[in-house]
Every structure is written in C-alpha cells, then in structure tokens.
C-alpha cells in the first residue's frame, strides 16, 4: 500500500522560504517519477514541479519557475520542494504524488498515488 505523507506547510510572509518534504513508502521508489501540484478552494489541482526517477531531469510549471526546486533523496524515499522568494497568490494545499515509473511528467492524470496535502499559506 502506498502512503505519501506532506510536512513543512505552514504560514509564512510573502518573500519567505519554506521547504515541503514527502516522505513516500512506496516499493521502488527509486524507479518512479514524483510530482507536486496545488490546489486552492474552487480550483482544479495544478501542477507545480516534477522530477524524474534518477533526479537528474525536472519539469516547473511558469508560475513557480526560478524561485521553486524539486529534488530527492531515494536512500531516504523522500521528495522535497524548496519554495522561494513565496508570494500571497503561492497560497494552496501542497500534494505530492507518485508518477510514472521511469519517467517524469506534468499531467495530473498520470499520477497514480497522492497525499493528504499540506497547507501553505503566504501573507502579503
């Protein structure tokens, strides 16, 4: 059973960092792209940032390029997003996700597991 478990949200002023980790238990971590996408009330899920299974290649959605960077640690099945230089419209619930296996990619439909999510929120 996969468990994908969100920590580091938060409130926080705008122009702060805040760094997100996933701690995943999947089988094969190693083996599978990992995703983050956010979602505010009323909204559809977006995407935020993707990296691939070896962590060499990530994707970042134009909103967040440049002051977001996913990375990962597989020995410790773990996702990070460090968030930078955070603005009000940054506010959302976080979630992480587990994509494809030997791949990498932005669409939400390709993500098989999520979890709970984590609130960030930015105050201007």
């Known amino acids: 059973q996969v468990q994908l478990v969100e920590s580091g949200g938060g409130l926080v002023q705008a122009g702060d960092s805040q760094r997100l980790s996933c701690a995943a238990s999947?089988?094969?971590?190693?083996?599978?792209?990992m995703g983050w996408f956010r979602q505010t009330p009323g909204n559809e899920r977006e995407f935020v940032a993707a990296?691939?299974?070896?962590?060499?290649?990530?994707y970042y959605s134009d909103s967040v390029k440049g002051r977001f960077t996913i990375s990962r640690d597989n020995a410790k099945n773990t996702v990070y997003l460090q968030m930078n230089s955070l603005k009000p419209e940054d506010t959302a619930v976080y979630f992480c996700?587990?994509?494809?296996?030997?791949?990498?990619?932005?669409?939400?439909?390709?993500?098989?597991?999520w979890g709970q999510g984590t609130q960030v929120t930015v105050s201007s």
């Open positions: 999947v089988r094969s971590f190693s083996s599978y792209g």
């Open positions: 996700a587990v994509g494809p296996r030997l791949g990498a990619s932005v669409a939400a439909r390709t993500y098989a597991d």
């Open positions: 990296i691939d299974w070896t962590g060499r290649i990530t």
